[in-house]
Protein backbone atom coordinates (compact mmCIF):
# COMPACT_ATOMS: atom_id res chain seq x y z
CA UNK A 1 0.00 0.00 0.00
CA UNK A 2 1.57 3.32 -1.21
CA UNK A 3 2.07 6.64 1.29
CA UNK A 4 -0.60 8.22 -0.68
CA UNK A 5 -3.13 5.80 0.55
CA UNK A 6 -2.11 5.36 3.99
CA UNK A 7 -2.29 9.11 4.88
CA UNK A 8 -6.22 9.81 4.02
CA UNK A 9 -7.12 6.85 5.97
CA UNK A 10 -6.32 8.45 9.06
CA UNK A 11 -7.39 11.86 8.13
CA UNK A 12 -10.55 10.63 7.71
CA UNK A 13 -10.69 8.40 10.83
CA UNK A 14 -10.12 12.44 12.15
CA UNK A 15 -12.53 13.92 10.45
CA UNK A 16 -15.52 11.53 10.95
CA UNK A 17 -14.23 11.15 15.13
CA UNK A 18 -14.90 15.06 14.79
CA UNK A 19 -18.67 15.00 12.91
CA UNK A 20 -19.51 12.27 15.47
CA UNK A 21 -18.56 14.86 17.75
CA UNK A 22 -20.71 17.48 16.75
CA UNK A 23 -23.43 15.36 16.26
CA UNK A 24 -23.07 14.05 19.69
CA UNK A 25 -23.18 18.14 20.91
CA UNK A 26 -26.28 18.64 18.53
CA UNK A 27 -28.18 15.98 20.37
CA UNK A 28 -27.01 16.93 23.63
CA UNK A 29 -25.87 13.66 24.30
CA UNK A 30 -22.74 12.67 26.46
CA UNK A 31 -19.33 12.86 24.17
CA UNK A 32 -18.21 8.80 24.58
CA UNK A 33 -21.99 8.03 24.66
CA UNK A 34 -21.27 6.62 20.34
CA UNK A 35 -18.76 3.78 19.82
CA UNK A 36 -17.44 4.08 16.30
CA UNK A 37 -16.89 0.57 14.03
CA UNK A 38 -14.60 0.73 11.73
CA UNK A 39 -16.08 -1.44 9.25
CA UNK A 40 -12.79 -3.30 7.68
CA UNK A 41 -14.24 -5.97 5.42
CA UNK A 42 -12.51 -6.63 1.85
CA UNK A 43 -8.99 -4.63 3.39
CA UNK A 44 -5.99 -6.21 4.09
CA UNK A 45 -3.88 -5.73 7.41
CA UNK A 46 -1.40 -3.28 5.18
CA UNK A 47 -5.13 -0.91 5.32
CA UNK A 48 -5.84 -1.62 8.54
CA UNK A 49 -3.05 -1.17 10.50
CA UNK A 50 -2.50 2.54 10.19
CA UNK A 51 -5.69 2.85 11.62
CA UNK A 52 -4.72 0.68 14.20
CA UNK A 53 -1.48 2.70 14.98
CA UNK A 54 -3.35 6.06 15.69
CA UNK A 55 -5.26 4.17 18.70
CA UNK A 56 -8.65 3.13 17.19
CA UNK A 57 -9.65 -0.56 18.53
CA UNK A 58 -13.57 -1.64 17.59
CA UNK A 59 -13.25 -3.47 14.39
CA UNK A 60 -16.43 -4.48 12.56
CA UNK A 61 -16.26 -7.72 9.61
CA UNK A 62 -18.71 -9.08 8.03
CA UNK A 63 -17.55 -12.84 7.48
CA UNK A 64 -16.39 -15.06 9.93
CA UNK A 65 -13.94 -16.59 7.57
CA UNK A 66 -12.48 -13.13 6.20
CA UNK A 67 -12.06 -11.94 10.09
CA UNK A 68 -10.19 -15.36 11.05
CA UNK A 69 -7.71 -14.40 8.47
CA UNK A 70 -7.27 -11.24 8.96
CA UNK A 71 -7.52 -10.58 12.89
CA UNK A 72 -5.39 -12.81 14.75
CA UNK A 73 -1.85 -11.81 13.79
CA UNK A 74 -3.34 -7.75 13.99
CA UNK A 75 -4.60 -8.58 17.17
CA UNK A 76 -1.53 -10.09 18.59
CA UNK A 77 0.13 -6.97 17.27
CA UNK A 78 -2.04 -4.58 19.20
CA UNK A 79 -3.36 -4.65 22.78
CA UNK A 80 -7.19 -4.41 23.25
CA UNK A 81 -8.76 -4.64 19.74
CA UNK A 82 -12.23 -5.36 19.76
CA UNK A 83 -13.71 -7.12 17.07
CA UNK A 84 -17.90 -7.26 16.13
CA UNK A 85 -19.70 -9.59 13.61
CA UNK A 86 -21.99 -7.18 11.64
CA UNK A 87 -22.59 -9.78 9.04
CA UNK A 88 -25.26 -12.44 8.30
CA UNK A 89 -24.06 -15.70 11.12
CA UNK A 90 -24.84 -19.60 9.58
CA UNK A 91 -25.35 -22.02 12.61
CA UNK A 92 -22.18 -24.01 11.49
CA UNK A 93 -20.26 -21.06 12.28
CA UNK A 94 -21.37 -20.36 15.84
CA UNK A 95 -18.58 -21.85 17.96
CA UNK A 96 -15.99 -19.91 15.72
CA UNK A 97 -17.64 -16.55 15.67
CA UNK A 98 -17.81 -17.05 19.57
CA UNK A 99 -14.11 -18.03 20.00
CA UNK A 100 -13.53 -14.81 17.75
CA UNK A 101 -15.70 -11.98 18.35
CA UNK A 102 -16.55 -9.79 21.18
CA UNK A 103 -19.81 -8.73 19.92
CA UNK A 104 -22.34 -10.49 17.48
CA UNK A 105 -24.90 -7.79 15.75
CA UNK A 106 -27.10 -10.11 13.51
CA UNK A 107 -28.92 -12.45 15.88
CA UNK A 108 -31.83 -12.48 14.01
CA UNK A 109 -33.33 -16.27 14.06
CA UNK A 110 -34.34 -18.81 16.36
CA UNK A 111 -31.85 -21.58 15.16
CA UNK A 112 -29.13 -18.92 15.76
CA UNK A 113 -30.11 -17.65 18.94
CA UNK A 114 -29.81 -21.51 20.01
CA UNK A 115 -26.57 -22.42 18.66
CA UNK A 116 -25.26 -19.62 20.21
CA UNK A 117 -27.00 -20.29 23.12
CA UNK A 118 -25.51 -23.37 23.45
CA UNK A 119 -21.85 -21.94 22.47
CA UNK A 120 -21.35 -19.16 24.90
CA UNK A 121 -22.11 -21.86 28.01
CA UNK A 122 -20.16 -24.37 26.87
CA UNK A 123 -16.65 -21.38 26.00
CA UNK A 124 -17.84 -19.78 28.44
CA UNK A 125 -17.17 -16.41 26.99
CA UNK A 126 -18.92 -12.85 27.86
CA UNK A 127 -19.96 -11.64 24.76
CA UNK A 128 -22.22 -8.49 23.62
CA UNK A 129 -25.03 -9.57 21.24
CA UNK A 130 -27.48 -7.09 19.63
CA UNK A 131 -30.43 -8.30 17.31
CA UNK A 132 -31.33 -8.02 13.89
CA UNK A 133 -34.13 -5.89 12.87
CA UNK A 134 -35.69 -5.58 9.38
CA UNK A 135 -37.19 -2.25 9.80
CA UNK A 136 -37.84 -1.96 6.07
CA UNK A 137 -39.28 -5.52 5.91
CA UNK A 138 -37.58 -6.47 2.85
CA UNK A 139 -37.32 -9.88 1.93
CA UNK A 140 -33.81 -10.33 0.39
CA UNK A 141 -32.39 -9.04 4.08
CA UNK A 142 -31.65 -10.62 7.08
CA UNK A 143 -33.21 -9.39 10.39
CA UNK A 144 -36.43 -10.45 12.28
CA UNK A 145 -39.50 -8.45 11.21
CA UNK A 146 -40.71 -5.81 13.51
CA UNK A 147 -43.46 -7.25 14.82
CA UNK A 148 -42.28 -10.42 15.92
CA UNK A 149 -39.14 -8.50 17.21
CA UNK A 150 -40.29 -8.46 21.26
CA UNK A 151 -41.47 -11.95 21.61
CA UNK A 152 -37.98 -13.35 19.26
CA UNK A 153 -36.44 -10.86 22.26
CA UNK A 154 -38.24 -12.89 25.11
CA UNK A 155 -37.46 -16.06 23.55
CA UNK A 156 -33.61 -15.20 23.82
CA UNK A 157 -33.70 -14.60 27.06
CA UNK A 158 -36.07 -16.58 28.56
CA UNK A 159 -35.62 -19.75 26.06
CA UNK A 160 -32.32 -19.49 25.10
CA UNK A 161 -30.43 -17.76 27.91
CA UNK A 162 -28.93 -15.07 25.98
CA UNK A 163 -27.65 -11.74 27.48
CA UNK A 164 -29.55 -9.28 24.62
CA UNK A 165 -27.57 -5.90 24.98
CA UNK A 166 -29.58 -3.79 21.92
CA UNK A 167 -30.73 -3.86 18.64
CA UNK A 168 -29.14 -3.61 15.12
CA UNK A 169 -30.67 -2.27 11.61
CA UNK A 170 -30.06 -2.06 8.08
CA UNK A 171 -32.43 0.72 6.45
CA UNK A 172 -33.44 0.04 3.26
CA UNK A 173 -30.57 1.70 0.60
CA UNK A 174 -33.75 3.96 -0.83
CA UNK A 175 -35.47 4.97 2.35
CA UNK A 176 -34.92 8.24 4.55
CA UNK A 177 -32.90 6.26 6.96
CA UNK A 178 -34.28 8.11 10.14
CA UNK A 179 -37.56 6.54 10.73
CA UNK A 180 -35.77 3.55 10.63
CA UNK A 181 -33.78 4.24 13.63
CA UNK A 182 -36.78 5.86 15.76
CA UNK A 183 -38.57 2.67 15.00
CA UNK A 184 -35.47 0.55 16.14
CA UNK A 185 -35.25 3.08 19.10
CA UNK A 186 -38.62 2.60 20.61
CA UNK A 187 -38.55 -1.23 20.22
CA UNK A 188 -35.41 -1.30 22.48
CA UNK A 189 -37.06 1.05 24.42
CA UNK A 190 -39.97 -1.13 25.58
CA UNK A 191 -37.96 -4.30 26.09
CA UNK A 192 -35.28 -2.42 28.31
CA UNK A 193 -32.44 -2.44 25.71
CA UNK A 194 -29.82 0.33 26.15
CA UNK A 195 -27.85 -0.25 22.74
CA UNK A 196 -28.34 0.97 19.36
CA UNK A 197 -26.29 -0.46 16.91
CA UNK A 198 -27.49 1.83 13.63
CA UNK A 199 -25.94 4.35 11.09
CA UNK A 200 -23.33 3.54 8.28
CA UNK A 201 -20.77 5.81 6.22
CA UNK A 202 -23.69 7.93 4.78
CA UNK A 203 -26.51 8.15 7.59
CA UNK A 204 -24.20 8.22 11.06
CA UNK A 205 -24.87 11.72 12.27
CA UNK A 206 -29.11 11.39 12.07
CA UNK A 207 -28.07 7.54 13.76
CA UNK A 208 -26.30 9.62 16.46
CA UNK A 209 -29.32 12.12 16.96
CA UNK A 210 -31.78 8.81 17.22
CA UNK A 211 -29.82 7.44 20.12
CA UNK A 212 -27.06 5.43 18.22
CA UNK A 213 -24.04 3.81 20.37
CA UNK A 214 -22.68 2.26 17.90
CA UNK A 215 -22.00 3.04 14.65
CA UNK A 216 -20.83 1.03 11.61
CA UNK A 217 -18.31 2.98 9.00
CA UNK A 218 -16.42 1.39 6.35
CA UNK A 219 -16.67 3.15 3.02
CA UNK A 220 -16.25 7.00 4.80
CA UNK A 221 -12.62 5.46 6.49
CA UNK A 222 -11.43 2.91 3.79
CA UNK A 223 -12.61 4.22 0.70
CA UNK A 224 -14.53 2.85 -2.03
CA UNK A 225 -14.92 -1.55 -1.82
C1 LIG B 1 -20.46 -2.93 5.08
C2 LIG B 1 -21.35 -2.65 6.23
C3 LIG B 1 -21.31 -1.42 6.89
C4 LIG B 1 -20.43 -0.26 6.46
O1 LIG B 1 -21.00 0.34 5.34
P1 LIG B 1 -20.40 1.69 4.71
O2 LIG B 1 -21.53 2.24 3.93
O3 LIG B 1 -19.24 1.30 3.90
O4 LIG B 1 -20.04 2.57 5.86
C5 LIG B 1 -22.13 -1.25 7.99
N1 LIG B 1 -22.95 -2.23 8.42
C6 LIG B 1 -23.01 -3.42 7.81
C7 LIG B 1 -23.93 -4.47 8.34
C8 LIG B 1 -22.22 -3.67 6.69
O5 LIG B 1 -22.30 -4.88 6.08
Redesign the pocket.
Known amino acids: MSEALIIPAISRLEAIRVDIARALRDANRDASSVNL?A?S?TFDAAAITPVLEVGQRIF?E?RVQEAAIKWPTLCEQFNGVELHL??PLQSNKTAEAVDLFDCI??VDREKIAASLGAEIAKQGKRIKLFIQVNTGAEPQKAGILSQDADSFIARCRDVHGLTISGL?C?PPVEDNPSPHFALLGKIAERNGLNEL?MG???D?EQAIRLGATYV???????GG?
Open positions: IVKGNIGHTMISMSAFRVGSALFR
